[in-house]
Structure formats: structure tokens, C-alpha cells
């Protein structure tokens, strides 16, 4: 069951964003805090919600429950919609699911044969404070995220209305404790059985109204059933009398529960086959068939690699078939990391005696894990995982931290590969996730002046590479700043960056990027429609900074023109922009610092000597610039035009 979209309105910063076409590996990048980690939560909100085979419960929050929804707006209806892609299989089991629940509706079951999508849309909204969520539809088609809420386009199993869900909330959390309530009810009977005090009774004694307190006193129970308790062991004159009377009270209870159960609802809520007053039976399987598919998150903070891969690990020795999948997991991790993985029991007494008896220890080239670098055991930690959980999702923020480069594309490849297998969604600041597969989508994630998340449009390889790679533009280029700045080589790079410096400016601080061209005479080569057209489609401003050369005004009116309003074209007065730095003072700062640290101290250079010294090398040159400047105007191409010669 592969996961083709993501929806989500009103959850944390995402006011209206959402993920489509995903791919086996999606990958997530922006900037710090612009929302990338808060899609994966919603993935994962989802699929935890539908894990507790409830289709309504209370949303416990990790924070306020309030910062939960965008804008803090009490009113806001939370929306999280995921659409699926199913196997003929799975289509099949929907359709059995819903037949076995209704009868005589065979001709409309035709509607749900061969469908490819299955949605369902995971609801939440606060009531009275208290946040609550719900199933609010499941249907057999695709996600619909252009209105003003995230609906479906196909067959509906399941619409609740949000005061529907409000009653369905509140009618399981009585029936959830209701049932706990009769799970206590049934430790007292024992608690007084072993009782020595009431064993000692004799059977004409009562029971003291006090002696209640003592067998409730390690149950949290309701203080209505605690009444009831002190009349019972008021009443009653024998254990067995109590005991009865416990059991009638848990009677009741269940009485209560299916009494609760078959109360319609108020409100309707929409079915396979119309209005029903409570859910059908066919929901549920259809919710487990979907909670099945198993979801691993890496959260930023991970835990390091200890007792429970090692016991794992030794597991896998002695299991059926487990042998062979060590093997293939400790070739995996050989291959990728360069590093041999395995584990063994602890002779470390003191070790065995803290854990309670046997205590199991990973092993890393023969040295304990703790004892390797942070990116072996980092990289370690999701490749172990994966192997070993085997996951349908795996939802992974920044992979890359403790990697080195190397070992970030080492992890990006294996991710890559995984895919096939598992599909994979990165949070990641690190564009080795992004460069160099064709079974990935690539999503910009950014936040607006209203401080919301929004993901821009989906770029896949295709998009990226529009521009060509021997252009010099990377991915992250494109990707990580908010304005580029084109340069003709790395000289030029090098002076502006060094100039910024020594005037206090900090291009990082406000996204600035420099792109090296490898030359003026490339320019028209970044300056391509391709190129125009994806960075301002991304609303990156750039500027190309040229050297004047030997191009007249004409020629630089031209170039202006077509670039339009797309980009800004700064010619240099000056031939180059290394004759800025023909400034005799200057030069003379730089050659006296030299000079000190020579032995030629006492040597003496002054302005007028360096002024000199620059004009003899500008005569020297004269005859060059003018060459060049000849051939630029008798040596243009001729174009032959081909159709006025065969007319």
C-alpha cells in the first residue's frame, strides 16, 4: 500500500500544504523551522491514530493542546488526508469487508471493483478545551485539496459529520471506562479472598463500612462506585455476599455498555449505502488493513544503538530463518559502512546483573558500539532499524546529522535502494539527498510572512535538471537560497566573498548564493529559457555580474532585453573585476605585510613605484586589447540564409 499524496490543513504550521506524486523516496528540504518535520508528523498523526482501532478518542498533545492548530484558532477543523494506491488484493478485501456487513447491495458493489485509491481523511478539533480526533471520511478514490476542506472524489464507506464524531467521543470514552471500571471491580474479589483479617471473620460478623477502603486502595475508582462499595460492604454479611454483590455491579455495567452501543446517533453520518444513525461493522477491518502497514519515524533526537538491536541481533542466530537475514544485514552494513556488525552475549557480570540475567552487546569491527565514531553509529541506527523492523514507511528527519559527506551519500544511495522495499519520506538540509536519483521527488518546503508552511510545487529529477549539470548550478542552489549572484569563475567568487567580508556582510543572512559561470562567454548558456524559467518559477531574484571585455552597448542592450524583468544583468565599467584591484595603496599595505615577514624588512616600496609598475604592464598589454578588439568586429560569423539561396 504505497502512499500517493499527503493533505493536511490546520495542523501546526501546515495551514494548507500537502505533498503529490510521491514516490518511493520523497525528500523533504528548506531551511530551518520551515515545516518539514511537522509533514512527517502529520503522516505519522495519521497512522497512529488509525493504530488504536478507534474511530473517534481524545488527541493527547505534546505541548498545549492549542498550538496544535494553525493560528491558535479555536474554531479550526483539523484535517490530515492521506491517499493510498492498493493492490487488486486490497481492493478485493474492501469490497468483502462491506459485503459481509450489508445485504442485497451486489449491484452497487460493482463500483468498488478494480479501484486503485483508497483516502482517508483523520479529522481533530478542540471541544470545551479538550482536543478530540476522529475518522472523518474513508472512500475508495483520490483527495480532493482544493476547496475550503480536504474531501474525496470517489465512493464514500464513511462521512461523520463533526457533531457526530462529538457524540460517537463521548459515548467511548464512557464505554472505555466503563470497562475499566469492571476490570477493578473484578481484583477485589481476589484482594479479599487472601485477605488473613477476612479469612479470620467468622461468618456472623459484618464487614465494617471502613474495610472497603482497604481492598479499593490501589484502584482509581469512580467516587459514584465507591458509594455503591460502602453500601455493598455495609449490607452484606459474608465475603460471598460481597462477591455477589461485586458481580451484579459488573452486570450492570456491561448492561450499560450495550445499552450505549445500540443508542443511534443524533446525528447521521454517511455510509457505503447512505444515512446511518451509528458506524457500520465494515469499518474497522478496512482501518486495520491500513494500521497494518507499519511506520518507523527517526525523529531528530535518536536513541543510541543498545541492549535491544543486541538482544535483536542474538535473536536472529537461534530464530528460524534468522541466520540468513543476519547475514544479509551484517553484508549490508559491510558494504555501506566498511564495518563488520554483530552481537554477542555479555560476560560482564556486573552488566548481566543490572539487566536482571543475560545481557546481550553490538559488537563494531570487534569493539563495543559506544566505542565507534557518532556517524557510523548514526548511519548504524537507521540502517539497523530498517533491516530489522522492516517498516511499510519510514519517515526520517535530517539523516545527514554526524555524517560526513561521503557517508551522506553512502546512506542516500542505501535509502534510495530501500525504497524499492519500504517507501521512505526525508526531512533533510542536505543536498546529497537530492542530486542523484530518478526514484525520488524533491519538495521545497518554505514558510510565507504569515509564518505558515507551504510546499511548493513538486520537483522531481526532471525539473532540476532542465538546467544541465555542466552548467555548475546545483541542486542546492536552486533549493537553499532566496537570491543567486553569477559570477564568471572563481576569482570573481573569490573577491566578492572576500569584499563582503571586510565591509561586515553576511551573505548568509540573507540567502545569497554565488554561482560561478566558468566564464562570460557561458552566460547566455544560464541566462537559457530553462534556467530563466525554473529559478523564476521558484521567485529566486538573480543577478549576473560580467566583466566589460570588449562587448559595446549594443551588445549589452541586447542581452538586457531578453532576460526581461526575470533577472538583472550588471556589467563592470572596467575591463575585468580584477582591475578593481589595481589601487597602488592597496598593493602597497599587501607588499609591506609581505615584506615584514621576510628578510628584506628594510626594503622600501612607495605608491609612486607601484603606479608605475601598472601602467608599464597596462602598455604592454595595449596591443592584445586591441587585437582582440579587431576581431570582434571584423571577424563576426556570417549566417548563410539557406532559403533565399534556393529561391
Given at each position: ?9 490546520n495542523f501546526?504550521?501546515l ?5 503529490e ?28 491514530f ?5 474511530i ?44 459481509s ?17 483508497l ?32 474531501t ?9 459529520p463533526?457533531?457526530?464524531?462529538l ?8 464505554i ?9 471491580l ?38 459514584e ?28 455495567f456491561?448492561?450499560?455498555i ?45 536513541q ?65 558500539v ?7 553509529r548514526?548511519?548504524?541506527?537507521i ?27 553512502v546512506?542516500?544511495s542505501y ?5 524499492n ?30 509564518k ?17 549539470g555542466?552548467?555548475?548550478?546545483k ?5 537553499m ?36 559561470m ?26 549576473f ?26 556589467w ?41 609598475a ?34
Amino acid at each position: 500500500m504505497k502512499i500517493e499524496a499527503v493533505a493536511a490543513r490546520n495542523f501546526r504550521s501546515l495551514k494548507r500544504a500537502g505533498l503529490e506524486k510521491c514516490s518511493d523516496v520523497n525528500v523533504l528540504i528548506g531551511k530551518n523551522n520551515a515545516g518539514k518535520s511537522t509533514i512527517l508528523a502529520a503522516i505519522e498523526f495519521a497512522f497512529d491514530f488509525m493504530g488504536t482501532d478507534s474511530i473517534t478518542g481524545p488527541w493527547t498533545p505534546r505541548g498545549r493542546p492549542i498550538d496544535e492548530i494553525t493560528g491558535r484558532n479555536q474554531q479550526g477543523l483539523v484535517q490530515i488526508g492521506i491517499q493510498f494506491r492498493i493492490s487488486s488484493e486490497q481492493s478485493t478485501f474492501i469490497r468483502n469487508a462491506v459485503a459481509s456487513d450489508l445485504e442485497g447491495i451486489e449491484v452497487a458493489l460493482k463500483a468498488l471493483e478494480n479501484r486503485e485509491q483508497l483516502s482517508v481523511i483523520v479529522a481533530g478539533r478542540l471541544h470545551d478545551g479538550i482536543l478530540t480526533k476522529y475518522i472523518q471520511e474513508i472512500s475508495v478514490g483520490k483527495i480532493i485539496d482544493s476547496g475550503e476542506f480536504i474531501t474525496t472524489d470517489g465512493n464514500k464507506l464513511l462521512f461523520i459529520p463533526d457533531d457526530a464524531a462529538l457524540e460517537l467521543l463521548v459515548s467511548e470514552r464512557r464505554i472505555a471506562q466503563l470497562k475499566v471500571n469492571i476490570e477493578d471491580l473484578a481484583k477485589i474479589g481476589p484482594e479479599i479472598a487472601r485477605s488473613p483479617a477476612f479469612r479470620q471473620r467468622e461468618r456472623s460478623e459484618r464487614p465494617e463500612r471502613s474495610e472497603m477502603r482497604f481492598y479499593t486502595r490501589n484502584l482509581n475508582l469512580p467516587q459514584e462506585i465507591n458509594r455503591k462499595l460502602e453500601a455493598i460492604f455495609e449490607a452484606a454479611n459474608s465475603q460471598d455476599e460481597i462477591s455477589s454483590s461485586i458481580e451484579a455491579l459488573r452486570e450492570e455495567f456491561r448492561d450499560n455498555i450495550s445499552q450505549i452501543q445500540s443508542t443511534p446517533l443524533k446525528e447521521a453520518i454517511q455510509s457505503f449505502t447512505g444515512a446511518v444513525r451509528k458506524p457500520p461493522a465494515y469499518i474497522k477491518p478496512i482501518i486495520r488493513m491500513i494500521a497494518n502497514n507499519s511506520v518507523l519515524h527517526f525523529k531528530e533526537t535518536r536513541q543510541a544503538i543498545g541492549a535491544r538491536e543486541a538482544e535483536q541481533l542474538l535473536k536472529l542466530k537461534t530464530k528460524r530463518g534468522g541466520p540468513e537475514r543476519l547475514a544479509s544485514l551484517q553484508s549490508t552494513v559491510k558494504s555501506l559502512l566498511g564495518v563488520a556488525v554483530d552481537a554477542f552475549d555479555s560476560d560482564d557480570g556486573l552488566l548481566q546483573s543490572i539487566r536482571g540475567g543475560r545481557a546481550a552487546e553490538i559488537d563494531i569491527d570487534e569493539f563495543l558500539v559506544e566505542a565507534n565514531g557518532a556517524g557510523i553509529r548514526e548511519a548504524l541506527r537507521i540502517i539497523l532499524d530498517l533491516e530489522l523492523e522492516r517498516p511499510a514507511y519510514a519517515l526520517i528527519e535530517e539523516p545527514e546529522v554526524h555524517l560526513h559527506p561521503g557517508l551522506e551519500k553512502v546512506l542516500h544511495s542505501y535509502l534510495v535502494e530501500k525504497g524499492n522495499f519500504c517507501q521512505v519520506f526525508i526531512a533533510t538540509h542536505s543536498t546529497n539527498f537530492i542530486d542523484v536519483s530518478n526514484k525520488q521527488n524533491i519538495y521545497l518546503v518554505s514558510r510565507d510572512k504569515y509564518k505558515n508552511s507551504f510546499i511548493d510545487i513538486t520537483i522531481n529529477e526532471d525539473d532540476i535538471l532542465k538546467i544541465p549539470g555542466e552548467m555548475g548550478i546545483k541542486p542546492s542552489s536552486v533549493l537553499m537560497f532566496d537570491r543567486l549572484l553569477f559570477v564568471e569563475g572563481p576569482s570573481d567568487e573569490s573577491i566578492i566573498s572576500n569584499l563582503a567580508k571586510s565591509l561586515g556582510l553576511d551573505f548568509s543572512a540573507v540567502g545569497l548564493g554565488l554561482v560561478q559561470m566558468g566564464g562570460a562567454s557561458n552566460n547566455q548558456h544560464f541566462a537559457s529559457e530553462a534556467t530563466l524559467d525554473l529559478l523564476s518559477r521558484r521567485q529566486i531574484p538573480m543577478t549576473f555580474l560580467l566583466d566589460r571585455d570588449e562587448r559595446e552597448e549594443d551588445e549589452i542592450k541586447k542581452a538586457e532585453k531578453r532576460l526581461g524583468q526575470r533577472a538583472t544583468m550588471h556589467w563592470l565599467k572596467k575591463r575585468e573585476l580584477e582591475n578593481y584591484l589595481l589601487v597602488p595603496a592597496a598593493i602597497q599595505k599587501l607588499i609591506e605585510f609581505k615584506l615584514s615577514t621576510s628578510s628584506n624588512k628594510n626594503q622600501l616600496v612607495t605608491t609612486s613605484d607601484i603606479a608605475i609598475a601598472i601602467n608599464e604592464e597596462a602598455e604592454a598589454l595595449k596591443d592584445n586589447v586591441l587585437s582582440m578588439t579587431l576581431a570582434k568586429k571584423l571577424m563576426r560569423p556570417v549566417y548563410i540564409d539557406r532559403l533565399e539561396e534556393m529561391m
